[in-house]
């Protein structure tokens, strides 16, 4: 059996809420660690606001870096747009990181979890199409010219509606969609600053890498110098069991992190990591430079 890649498993289940939030539909994360005898659970958290998970998170990954352990973080939100998006907006650049670059430059985020995702998305509809797409959803007092509660057209090849990689996960929702059951449009456009800061934070840098991004479709090469690998995760992608008094975003977060370890122990998170095998070489180059992937799409059995 080969030996794992990663010895520490963090799964982190984001939220959008505008006040702070415990309990269901809020943020959990849970941390796992491979240790002589197995995989044992170091940390199950719900942290009230972004702010206070971002720092919790942060001083997690930097004392497992500390202690040489390789860990594999993930995180439920898109980490990128559908093909094009970049270019639309007017971000110039690496398709990827331009995308990180620019919506942390964009995005204010409180302390007190009051944010501006509704303005960013509006601004982003005005650049993008003058008119209220590709994002959509909101309170019916945020609507604005650029910005409608409700889908408003079609998308096309020019802006999809979905990633490559949610063609393997029809119950996946789009990126564009920010309000409302199931939504996760708003995670991702307050999430993404958080793995900017994280990637970027001077103590993590030199150990981080983001997943398909830096790494390409596969585990990291070995010749890099790393502990900490960002990656994306969907916990609906496996079915998720609750006893009575349970809160289901802690119980998918566990879930995650103890399948990925398994998997991991198997020998097949390798393969999760490499992506389905009959992607083409330009889907390949599209993913990596600009979409993104998510783990165990089109590989998860």
């Given at each position: 059996?080969?030996?794992?890649?990663?010895d520490c498993?963090?799964?982190v289940?984001w939220?959008?809420n505008?006040t702070?939030?415990?309990?269901?539909?809020?943020i959990?994360?849970?941390?796992?660690?491979?240790?002589?005898s197995?995989?044992?659970?170091r940390?199950?958290a719900?942290p009230?606001?972004?702010?206070r998970a971002?720092?919790?998170?942060s001083a997690i990954?930097?004392?497992?870096?500390?202690?040489?352990?390789?860990?594999l973080a993930?995180?439920?939100f898109?980490?990128?747009y559908?093909?094009?998006f970049a270019k639309s907006?007017?971000?110039?650049g690496?398709?990827?990181?331009?995308?990180w670059?620019?919506?942390?430059?964009m995005?204010?985020?409180?302390?007190?979890?009051?944010?501006?995702?509704?303005e960013?998305?509006a601004?982003?509809?005005r650049?993008i199409s003058?008119?209220?797409?590709?994002?959509?959803?909101?309170?019916?007092?945020?609507?604005t010219p650029?910005?409608?509660?409700?889908?408003?057209?079609?998308?096309?090849?020019?802006?999809p509606?979905r990633?490559?990689?949610e063609?393997?996960l029809?119950r996946?929702?789009?990126?564009?969609?920010?309000?409302?059951?199931g939504s996760?449009g708003?995670?991702?456009?307050?999430g993404?600053?958080v793995l900017?800061a994280?990637?970027?934070?001077?103590a993590?840098?030199p150990a981080t890498?983001?997943?398909?991004?830096e790494?390409?479709?596969?585990p990291?090469?070995?010749?890099?110098p790393?502990?900490?690998v960002?990656a994306?995760?969907?916990?609906?992608?496996?079915?998720i069991?609750?006893?009575?008094g349970?809160i289901?975003?802690?119980?998918?977060?566990?879930?995650?992190?103890?399948?990925?370890?398994?998997r991991?122990?198997?020998?097949?998170?390798?393969?999760?990591?490499?992506?389905p095998?009959d992607?083409?070489a330009?889907?390949r180059?599209?993913?990596?430079?600009e979409e993104?992937?998510i783990?165990?799409?089109?590989t998860f059995?």
């Amino acid at each position: 059996m080969p030996k794992p890649i990663f010895d520490c498993y963090l799964i982190v289940d984001w939220s959008a809420n505008a006040t702070p939030k415990r309990g269901a539909d809020s943020i959990w994360y849970c941390l796992l660690e491979r240790t002589g005898s197995g995989t044992r659970r170091r940390l199950l958290a719900n942290p009230a606001t972004r702010w206070r998970a971002r720092d919790e998170i942060s001083a997690i990954l930097k004392s497992l870096a500390v202690k040489d352990r390789r860990v594999l973080a993930g995180f439920d939100f898109p980490n990128g747009y559908p093909a094009g998006f970049a270019k639309s907006a007017g971000f110039a650049g690496l398709p990827w990181r331009a995308v990180w670059d620019e919506l942390d430059a964009m995005i204010r985020d409180g302390d007190d979890n009051g944010n501006n995702r509704f303005e960013v998305a509006a601004d982003l509809n005005r650049r993008i199409s003058g008119g209220p797409f590709p994002f959509w959803g909101c309170p019916a007092h945020r609507q604005t010219p650029t910005l409608s509660m409700r889908k408003t057209r079609a998308y096309d090849d020019k802006t999809p509606e979905r990633r490559l990689c949610e063609a393997w996960l029809p119950r996946s929702q789009p990126c564009w969609k920010l309000y409302t059951t199931g939504s996760v449009g708003s995670q991702a456009l307050m999430g993404i600053p958080v793995l900017k800061a994280l990637r970027d934070d001077p103590a993590l840098a030199p150990a981080t890498l983001v997943w398909p991004f830096e790494t390409g479709f596969g585990p990291p090469a070995p010749t890099l110098p790393w502990h900490i690998v960002l990656a994306e995760v969907y916990p609906s992608i496996l079915p998720i069991k609750t006893k009575a008094g349970e809160i289901k975003d802690a119980v998918q977060v566990e879930t995650i992190a103890r399948h990925l370890a398994k998997r991991d122990a198997n020998g097949e998170l390798a393969r999760d990591l490499a992506g389905p095998a009959d992607l083409s070489a330009e889907s390949r180059r599209l993913v990596e430079r600009e979409e993104g992937w998510i783990l165990g799409a089109g590989t998860f059995s």
